[in-house]
C-alpha cells in the first residue's frame, strides 16, 4: 500500500513538472506596458478634479489605443512568421519527395541490374554443372574402360 502512494506521489508530482515545463514565463512574448500614473486630485475645487480625471482618462485611453495597436501588430507577426514558416516546412517536404523519388528510381535501376546478374549467374551455374556432369561421365567411363581391360 506505502509503496502505491510513494508511486502514486511520484507519477503526480513528474506529471505536474512536466506541465509546469510548458507554461514558462517568457517576457518576450508580451508587449511592453506602459504604466501611466494617476495623479491624485485634491477634493476642494471640483472642476480641478474633473479636469484631472478627464485628463487621466484620456491618457489612459491613448495608452489602451497604443497597447491595442502594438497587440495586433505583434499578432501579425506571429501569424506572418508562422506562414513562413508553414511554407519552409512545405518547401522542404517537397525536396524530401522530390529526393525519395530519386532514391527510388535508383534503387530500381540497381533492383533490375541486380535480377539480370543473378540469372546470369544461374544460367553459368547451371552450364558450369553440366560441364562437371560429363567430366564425371567421361570419367566413369574411363575408369570402366581400364577395368575391362584389365
Do not use: C, W
Amino acid at each position: 500500500m506505502k509503496k502505491n502512494l510513494v508511486l502514486l506521489f511520484a507519477i503526480i508530482i513528474s506529471a505536474s513538472m512536466a506541465y509546469a515545463d510548458g507554461m514558462v514565463f517568457d517576457p518576450t512574448e508580451y508587449p511592453a506596458v506602459n504604466e501611466v500614473s494617476i495623479s491624485k486630485t485634491s477634493t476642494t475645487s471640483t472642476s480641478t478634479a474633473k479636469t484631472a480625471s478627464s485628463a487621466s482618462n484620456a491618457a489612459l485611453e491613448d495608452n489602451i489605443k497604443t497597447q491595442s495597436n502594438l497587440a495586433q501588430d505583434a499578432i501579425s507577426e506571429q501569424s506572418t512568421s508562422f506562414n513562413n514558416a508553414l511554407y519552409e516546412l512545405d518547401s522542404a517536404q517537397v525536396n524530401i519527395r522530390n529526393e525519395l523519388l530519386d532514391y527510388q528510381s535508383k534503387y530500381q535501376e540497381v533492383d533490375t541490374q541486380y535480377k539480370l546478374i543473378k540469372e546470369q549467374r544461374r544460367v553459368l551455374a547451371d552450364q558450369i554443372r553440366t560441364v562437371e556432369r560429363r567430366i564425371k561421365d567421361i570419367e566413369k567411363s574411363k575408369n570402366h574402360i581400364r577395368k575391362t581391360m584389365i
